[in-house]
């Protein structure tokens, strides 16, 4: 298990590596200056060829590129170019924020997806599976950002239950928190839940056929009891590799949802960052994105150890 | 019972009052950068014009008026102006404004490396201080628009000492003198300035401003009609009605400095010929696009100054809207079809299809092809571009209103501008030192880009902004910065 955990630790560094080309590269192809940007459209072009020296984009690409990976390497990613703060910094600020959304959305869909996904495969072919299946379809195919302004018109601007959006940490005021972060929530969540309870459904309905469940009824297993403690948990292994596959469409999700919602997390940054060609912040904002999703499938890779018994890594 | 009802009453009341101090700003963009070198967006000039005095600021007529400087006098050759700084004024760290601190900001401005300041100073040839408190700056040539100039960021004071303790840092912790003091700031989320009670001009009456950043327009509103802010700015045209309409929230419009115009590339086809452009300039109908874009909440514009701005011309023409003689210009330069891009910027896009539909109907082929801002300033910088519409924030002075677009050298020529009438005609009204023949002269080179149909102009920008109605005395001063010193929560 260790050896196995090591290995594959070891195998994402080439990864990770082509990650950071990949990234330095496409971020050097987007059109537009930073200095440009930064002085505006009628700047002069000698104001905009000095800030690029001091900016460093004057340099090759390959030593710009060789100064940042050295830089990487010792945990520094630079400062940004818009206001010089240490983009470790401004990454270590926001990262909670979205870690703490990314965590509720999981939340709201396990809390949509278990039971309904459950129902539907239970009650096959009932009214109650095709409500299911329009559920998901409907969470699915609705985009976040229309769900997100929906949900801000109902529930802040005519209810006004809670605020439209906003962000005070958790730990200023945890109450306050929560009730910004639950439309987000709800509105990253409620896609996530919709493909999950696909997986879900699909999965258990395979599960409930197995012998071994037919077996455990024929014993006078109770109904409930068969689908929670044996078909269930069988059924969650490829949920579990879903969920961890998820984790980019999360991201994605944080990106709009943050923006509509005001949250200064990771997404509004990398957004922020795009708008203004603050070539660090990118880099940075990516290059970490890539790192949790290595990290994510790592763990999910583990997971299944522990979800199946039959799965050993050695 | 009473007694409990009086507490209970207290409380609320100061609770109340407490609420009512603080004012919420909601902006459409993070301001970038609040170092008066390299701040650009309009965003950041709502922040720093609170955290800054400037030597002088402007009145809701565009009157330059005293703010660090008392008095100024000029030169009879318009070269050297001297400048008494007000006295008894320290900057928030503590540090004492005099003619030295001015000397100090002017000379940063002008030799900082990447100085986003440089241009608009330009004409300095010398800053030097004469007295405790008297500056004497002279020019290398006369320049009229020098003193609007000095009310923007160009004249905004720096404490030293903080400037150089914090160096390339000072954007994260601007130190002024201003009514309003920078206390925090966290990207994305707010930024908050708290009230100077040792201000000059009196302690403000709002104890506390918070910028937040909302970049999509429904969520800015829905802000603001759900309470979470005190006034948007700025608003969208599309969502005036329905502020307008929620009880306890206004629209403020007001004139600005700023036009929308559409800016054709003349060196190449189709729009290096007169005839071609002469069937746009008759095929806008800004009467309809004022109503259909902008709700009405802006004005028409046939020419580059606003009638609440010098050079503006009552007898100006432009060819009058008429979409048959458009058709029949088309068909008679034999371009009828003639198909264009016109490039536009992401919140232009109702604006685009407007001028799309009408040129269609005049015989154009017209494609819309949007671009968000990096990499449409290097299409039109390079003159890649077939046209583009442009939203212009403007300038006080006419030569900065107009010189960059249309002078050969100009840093916005994005007409492609080349003609040596309108090169000799800006440049003498650059060193013309008497206002009324000054004018004059941008009279004439507008007239000039008018009649040939260089540029087509539709409409004045306004100023628009929501408010929640308890929000008293905000000056409408039209380069569109809110002014929060003198401003009241009732």
Known sequence: MITFALRRLLATIPTLLVVTLLVFGLVRLLPGDPARLMLGESANPQAIAELRTQMGLDRPIMVQYAAWLADVVRLDLGRSLVDNASVSRIIGQKLPTTIELSLLSMLVALVLAVPAGTIGAVKRGKPIDSAVTVFALAGISLPNFFLGILLIFFFSVQL?????????????????????????????????????????????IETLSQDYVRTALAKGVPGLAVITRHALRNAMIPVIT????????????????????????????????????????????????????FLVSFVVDLLYAAADPRITYS | MIRRTLIALAIGLLLAAGMAQTVRIGLHQDPPNLDPILSQAFSDRSVTYQIYDRLVDL????????????????????????????????????????????????????TREGSARRDELSSIENVAVTGPHTVEITLRSPNAAFLAVLSGNAGAIVSPTAAEAAGADFGNAPVGSGPFIFDSRERQNHLTLRANDDYWNGAPSIRQLVYRPFPDADVRVANLLSGGVDIIIPIEPKDIASVDAADGYDVIAYDSLGWRALVMNLTRPPFDDPQVRLAVAQAIDRAALAAVVYDNAVVPLIGPFPPNTPGYDPDLEAPAYDPEAARATLEAAGALGTEFTLLILPHEVLHGQFWQAILTQAGFVVQIEQMEAGPYLEVVNNMRHDATLVGWSGRIDPDPQFFPWVHSTGNLNWGGFDDPRIDDLLESARAETDPVTREGLYRDVARLVVEESMIVWGIQSQNIVGVASNLEGIPLIPDGTVRWHGVTVR
């Open chain 1, 160 to 204: 006004r239950w809670v605020p439209a959006s906003g962000y005070v940490g958790l730990l200023e005021d945890p109450l306050r928190n929560l009730s910004l972060m639950a439309l987000p929530a709800i509105t990253i969540g409620v896609g996530l839940g919709a493909i999950l309870t696909r997986y879900l459904r699909a999965s258990l």
């Open chain 2, 59 to 110: 009145d809701e007529n565009l009157t330059i008026v005293p703010m660090l400087a008392t008095s100024w006098e000029v030169s009879d050759d318009g070269l050297v102006y001297t400048l008494q700084i007000r006295e008894g004024v320290t900057f928030h760290d503590g540090t004492p404004l005099d003619a030295e601190s001015v000397r100090y900001t002017l000379d940063r401005n002008l």
């Open chain 1, 242 to 293: 879903a969920f961890g596959l998820q984790l980019g469409t999360l991201l994605g999700g944080a990106i709009i949802t943050e923006q509509i919602f005001s949250i200064p997390g990771f997404g509004r940054l990398l957004v922020d960052a795009v708008s203004t060609r603050d070539l660090p912040v990118i880099q940075g904002v990516v290059l970490i994105a890539a790192l949790a999703v």
